[in-house]
């Protein structure tokens, strides 16, 4: 996801906040990863698949049995389906979690003060700081055997690859929309 300093939302949600500082970049662009299923989608889906577990678990606890099954057997199966649906259920929402937790992530590329500055901010992690003189500045993609339109900018024996979740295509309009803003502002 890209974002300009004029837009305030996109599709993919809100864009990360950014720190202000005293002295506002000539340019800037924000990137994200995008995330189709807002909270509230998450919730409804969540409420559903629920409600089809537990569907499903009273349907088994509930289905006849056989006479010569006995009572203890037929409760023992009911409780390992339910065992699996309720960890199947866990597992899911847990995943979903780590996602949203791992959407915080954000690349911010500015120039300010005649620098080229890339920073990458992670929930868990540092904030990792990259700084360039733009006039030297190589912006460039390339594609290897996997992955299609890699974006790099180098400077000075140092390479930094940023948008790897961007699409191929977004990578390629983001290295052009660099170099436009290199041209004009650096």
Do not use: C
């Not at 809100?14 to 500082?21: E, G, L, N």
């Not at 509230?40 to 049995?65: E, H, K, S, V, Y």
């Not at 199966?77 to 995943?95: D, Q, S």
């Not at 003060?113 to 901010?121: K, P």
């Amino acid at each position: 996801m890209i974002s300009d300093p004029e837009k305030t939302s996109m599709a993919g949600g809100q864009p990360p906040a950014i720190d202000a500082s005293d002295d506002p970049p000539a340019w800037q662009v924000v990137l994200w990863p995008h995330r189709s299923l807002s909270k509230r989608g998450l919730r409804i889906f969540l409420t559903i698949l629920g409600g089809l577990f537990t569907f499903f678990a009273a349907m088994t606890f509930l289905a006849p049995t056989p006479y010569e099954i006995e009572w203890g057997a037929h409760l023992g199966v009911v409780a390992i389906v339910i065992g699996f649906m309720l960890a199947a259920f866990l597992l899911v929402w847990g995943l979903f979690l780590r996602n949203y937790r791992d959407a915080r992530y954000h690349e911010r590329i500015a120039i300010e003060r005649n620098m080229l500055v890339i920073e990458a901010r992670h929930p868990k992690r540092p904030v990792k700081r990259w700084e360039f003189r733009p006039y030297w500045t190589n912006v460039r993609t390339r594609t290897t055997r996997h992955i299609e339109n890699q974006l790099l900018l180098s400077s000075s024996g140092r390479i930094v690859s940023i948008g790897a979740f961007l699409t191929p295509d977004e990578r390629a309009e983001l290295a052009v929309e660099i170099e436009n803003a290199i041209t004009r502002f650096a």
